[in-house]
């Protein structure tokens, strides 16, 4: 009954640079790439965060200062409790020859998969690209697993200066693309999504919706016009899934569900 | 043989989709239709203008059902009808607009605008247990408060058909019922949540659901429906709309037995996925064929002979 | 370290036998204390003549707890003191008696002649849901009824403590332990079944209780326990025996997190055998330690802060 | 969860004289003999039968007509639906060189005990009494199986004329009987009881009390001054568990929980 509620005292901190922290908690996890955790902090909220590595008996989130909430967790310390509930939601699946396509914190998730992807041996490349230096987390693990790592920052401060969809086309030339993985902020997906349709590369993208309740009922995280429920028919969604989601980079929904524009 | 006459309605099952669970957008109902099996989808209840309710932790499952304070949160009516319309374009079972108000004013408002929009059937929330700090008691609680929105709303639906949906609790649901069907309701949906419950995290020593309280659904609740409903069905001649705890078809029997002629489905969707409808649907007919029955108006009521 | 005070008693730990559990004979109280290792036990409600109560099926297990209407059957006070008596000489925990009466004289009555056998505590049973058809509502159902029973009972009381068993509905269960407070009762004991509820055999399609409804208890029921334990600590400064679900030490543990001093513990008899009393008494001793408290206090209502 | 309510049909009716029937149900139970079920007359009441005869797939209890309910079950017909729930209680244990002892309906229980003795081949020999021939159940199978099968009867009208308990030490010499099983009203065991004691061979007892829940939670059925639950901790007792039981053959109680002297 891994979807009730319990709580479990941070064990280590990890700060990827200003504003980027991952958690450690040791609970055993029976979770896979993609999959998410809704973490409670009592007295404040609980929020869906992607499983962003896994061990036998523990799991680390990895989140990015933004609101209220990833605020407030930047100021935790080793020992608070946080509930960790799930996981929940699908994973992806594994393919051979692919590209990892990482935005922002966006890149946690696809840190998992990284991972999972080299213990099967299945050979991929990542290009990975965040606002500033800070915001590129576990680039050493993406360069330790992938057979070429390609990294862009927005202000130049490290790799090259730019967005991940610049080079993209090139990239999946010359590397033999044949699958495409893909989690960041949803307008960078519809980049992607310009450019690798028409090459008829099959993709899976991870994607994010506000969430009342993570087990399927609330039906906040529902997409148009497929009804597909980001937290249990997603969050990784294929390209066919992707076909009949009509909202894709226009709206998303807020706590109370009214449509909002602004990705 | 499983389709069922509510009303002036036709429904292709005696399933509806519960308030509250998955009725926010028309493809989130529409999905529970074509995938799910429902006979009608109940909206997500609203009110005039949008909120966005308690904080999460707002639904909670626990060992025997869910604690859920989700706190009536809802985009307002303006996108609610919008909802509705399209939902009626795209899937042909009916559906029902569950709507509140904040006051009777509110209420009749509400009806007004929601009427435009055609749902096949107006469900009456007066009875969610999970917004009194701000609201102060349901007007569930209470007979007359009951019979005035009763009255009001039935005054603003012209044709459209109004299921007052009541609670466990209060001044009693047999009589609140009654009130209802003196003011002209033509239907009775019951049961809302039960309780309202608390859990505590007993590591950090609080009480888990941001809005401390939250009503019990599920599995836990299914003895407290039936008996609600074997009360309202002796109490009343209008229809009832049977809801709480079902997850399998034999606990929708139960409810048919005790007078229900639609069955209400919400926290099944947590344990038995977005078929459930289908599944019980099957299993009623199921049934019914074994015992030789030919429509469920055969066995409606029969646990009171 | 688990030895608690509760107003002037002793008890070895915080459990308590739930009243209508074990609780006829002295020798199955004595065995609960014993072999069981509960901190104290209550009796079955009694009243002043016997009563055979309903038929059965009267305790019906249900997938997530126990439905059941007994319809308070006991002996009688003449055999119920002696019962007392006879524990008094053969077990050293404290007794609690629960009585009842079908009129505000007969709970007089009974309290003057139960108070003879000295029992520990009296446990004012005003919350009964399944003696409708007899009795009809319960006096807990009423502020002013409740009122009343706590008066008359502590006039006849003597040194006796007194507590009030409050059930989860009525009028709300804060305002109902507010009134009983201000009218001298000692403690409140919360919370008795919760509903009641109905099971219908679908083979048969009639409800299986004899009485056809009863009164839920056991696990489903423990979210309504907690909170209402909650909103009593909050409203009443005397102690609560909580009461409602528990099955588990986490659950005692959340119990006493929102308020309440001693845990009633009744349905978790037939889950986890007569055993049960000492396994939560451990394991809320356990739960002190890991967090070095090194008594009940310190932990008593921590949820409110 | 087959202490929950479930009604079966009534596959099979066996008269076995006047007032007295077999009922069989099909559903699987797994039950030892001397445990009971609850047995369940929609709009009537409930009460405990000890399981006569098992097998794979169906049940058997055998009742006497006593009260108003047993006197109702004599009307039912194949095909009206009983509630069976259970087994609830304890079992015998299993001795060889047995003597089996039943008075009237208390046959019951020792019917599956006999045939659960002669499965594992340990020898027994039956002492079966009742007030008249109607009354003895299963006599075939107790002959069939028995090493021995002494019969009494109050009328005479079948075996010898009298109570069980005349021939009773000389059949244990006799026989050579290392263990004794008895069922039937209590009044027959307490003179058994007596005449056996002094002897010293360890004996079970398939006790009778009003019930409520089967469970083990309301306490009707509970024994001075040991306080045991013949739900629970028996029907069937030992001769150490019933050292402590003070109330043997002296009182019991109703439905109201008053103690009651008659028997
Ligand atoms: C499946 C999934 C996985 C996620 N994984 C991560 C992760 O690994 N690391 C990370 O930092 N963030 C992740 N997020 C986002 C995270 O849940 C928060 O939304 C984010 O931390 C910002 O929250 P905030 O309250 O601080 O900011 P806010 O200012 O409150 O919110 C910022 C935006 O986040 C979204 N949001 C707010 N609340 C929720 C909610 N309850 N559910 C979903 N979205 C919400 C809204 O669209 C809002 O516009 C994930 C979200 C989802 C749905
Ligand atoms: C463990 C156990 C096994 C039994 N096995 C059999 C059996 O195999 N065959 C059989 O014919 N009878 C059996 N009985 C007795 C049976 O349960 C009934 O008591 C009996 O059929 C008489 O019931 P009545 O209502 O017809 O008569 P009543 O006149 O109502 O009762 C006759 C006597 O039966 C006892 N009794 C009544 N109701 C109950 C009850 N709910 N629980 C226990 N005792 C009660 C009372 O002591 C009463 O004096 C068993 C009883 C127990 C406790
Ligand atoms: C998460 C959740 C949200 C709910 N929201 C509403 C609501 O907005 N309006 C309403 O009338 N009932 C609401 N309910 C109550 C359900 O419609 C239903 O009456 C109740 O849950 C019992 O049925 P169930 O056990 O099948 O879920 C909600 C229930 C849940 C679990
Ligand atoms: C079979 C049964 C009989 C009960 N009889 C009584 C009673 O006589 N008096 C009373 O105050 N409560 C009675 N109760 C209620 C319990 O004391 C308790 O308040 C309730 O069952 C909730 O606790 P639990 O979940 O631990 O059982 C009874 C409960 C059960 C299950
Ligand atoms: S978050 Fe509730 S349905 Fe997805
Ligand atoms: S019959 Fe209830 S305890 Fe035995």
């Keep these: 009954m891994s979807d009730l509620m319990r709580t479990y005292p941070i064990k280590k901190i990890v700060e990827h640079g200003p504003g980027v922290k991952s958690f450690y908690f040791e609970r055993m996890l029976d979770a896979r790439a993609g999959q998410f955790v809704n973490v409670w902090l009592p007295g404040m909220d609980e929020k869906p965060y992607s499983v962003s590595a896994l061990g036998e008996n523990w799991l680390e989130i990895s989140v990015k200062a933004y609101g209220p909430f990833s605020t407030a967790m930047m100021d935790l310390k080793v020992g608070d409790r946080l509930g960790v509930r799930g996981p929940f939601g699908k ?42 230096k800070h915001e590129l987390i576990f680039i050493e693990d993406f360069q330790k697993w992938s057979k070429n790592c ?83 028919e997603g969050p990784v969604f294929n390209q066919d899934e992707l076909k009949e989601v009509t909202e894709l980079g226009m709206v998303h929904r807020d706590a109370s569900g009214r449509r909002v524009k602004k990705f | 043989m499983n389709s069922v006459r509510f009303l002036n309605l036709e429904l292709k099952n005696p399933t509806v989709l519960a308030s509250g669970i998955l009725g926010l957008t028309a493809s989130s109902m529409w999905r529970v239709v074509e995938v799910g099996g429902a006979g009608a989808v109940t909206t997500k209840s609203f009110n005039k203008d949008w ?59 509400v009806t007004q605008r929601t009427v435009e929009a055609e749902p096949d059937l107006l469900e009456v929330n007066v009875s969610c247990p999970n917004v009194h700090s701000e609201f102060g008691q349901p007007f569930g609680d209470s007979l007359s408060d009951t019979a005035k929105v009763t009255e009001i709303v ?22 609140l019922a009654k009130v209802c069907e003196e003011n002209g309701a033509d239907a009775i949906t019951a049961i809302n949540t039960v309780g309202p419950g608390m859990l505590i995290d007993i590591d950090v020593r609080k009480p888990i659901l ?44 139960q409810l048919i037995l005790a007078g229900a002629s639609l069955i209400g489905i919400g926290t099944a969707v947590y344990y038995q996925g977005i078929k459930v409808f289908e599944k019980i649907a099957r299993g009623i007919e199921a049934y019914l064929q074994k015992y030789g029955f030919t429509s469920l108006d055969e066995i409606r009521g029969l646990a009171h002979e």
């Design chain 2, 51 to 109: 909120r966005s309710g308690h904080k999460n932790p707002s639904i909670l499952p626990f060992r025997h059902g869910l604690l859920n304070a989700v706190g009536l949160s809802n985009p307002g009516i303006d996108e609610m009808v919008k909802e509705i319309g399209k939902f009626k374009q795209r899937a042909s079972a009916p559906i029902f607009a569950s709507i509140f108000g904040r006051t009777i004013d509110e209420f009749a408002e």
């Design chain 2, 154 to 175: 039935k005054k603003h639906a012209g044709s459209i058909p109004v299921s007052i949906k009541l609670g466990p609790h209060g001044p009693g649901i047999a009589r």
């Design chain 1, 91 to 132: 994973s992806f699946t594994y393919h051979d020859r692919a590209l990892l396509i990482g935005g922002g914190i966006g890149i946690a998730p696809l840190r998992l998969l990284a991972h999972e992807l080299s213990a099967k041996k299945l050979s991929f490349v990542s290009l990975l690209g965040a606002a500033t």
């Design chain 1, 150 to 232: 390609y990294i862009t920052t927005d202000d130049g401060s490290q790799g090259k200066q730019g967005l991940v969809t610049e080079d993209l086309l090139s990239i999946i030339e010359k590397e033999k693309i044949e699958f495409i993985y893909a989690a960041g902020p949803e307008i960078m997906f519809v980049k992607v999504k310009e450019l690798i349709d028409p090459l008829d590369i099959p993709y899976e993208f991870c994607m994010e919706r506000y969430m009342k309740c993570g087990i399927g009922i609330c039906g906040q995280c529902v997409l148009d016009d497929s009804g597909v429920r980001v937290c249990v």
């Design chain 2, 210 to 253: 941001s809005n401390k309280t939250g009503g019990v659904s599920g599995p836990a609740i299914l003895p407290i429906a039936v008996k609600s409903v074997y009360e309202v069905y002796r109490q009343v001649k209008i229809p009832i709309i049977g809801t709480g705890g079902v997850t399998q078809p034999e606990d929708a029997v």
